[in-house]
């Protein structure tokens, strides 16, 4: 499974931005998919994750209550939609994808958001 990331680039401090994650391959049913970000002198953090297949979603404190996640199976695709966006935001965010939870088998190159004050 290959994953690309896209849609990151510059917003406003309460801007919304969509990122995608194009993934190429078999996406196994019981795959999970994930997005991550990782800012500048700080680690990588989990954003939040959706099931495949059931498309049940769970997001983590990072984001949440400004973020959702969505997938297109037809389309092989991932979504990140992020509202309310701050400058703590910025960072490079990443789509990732396995059977295990978080996932972590299969990662694609990420995608900078940068959020201005």
């Known amino acids: 499974v290959q994953l690309q990331a896209s849609g990151g680039g510059l917003v406003q401090t309460g801007g919304s931005l969509r990122l995608s994650c194009a993934a190429s391959?078999?996406?196994?049913?019981?795959?999970?998919m994930g997005w991550f970000r990782q800012a500048p002198g700080k680690e990588r953090e989990l954003v939040g994750t959706?099931?495949?297949?059931?498309?049940?979603?769970v997001y983590f404190d990072s984001m949440k209550g400004r973020t959702s996640i969505s997938r297109d199976i037809a389309k092989n695709m991932v979504y990140l939609e992020m509202n309310s966006l701050k400058p703590e935001d910025t960072a490079v965010y990443s789509c990732?994808?396995?059977?295990?939870?978080?996932?972590?088998?299969?990662w694609g190159q990420g995608t900078l958001v940068t959020v201005s004050s």
């Open positions: 990732a994808a396995g059977i295990s939870w978080p996932p972590g088998d299969f």
């Open positions: 959706i099931n495949w297949n059931a498309g049940n979603t």
């Open positions: 391959g078999r996406i196994a049913s019981r795959y999970n």
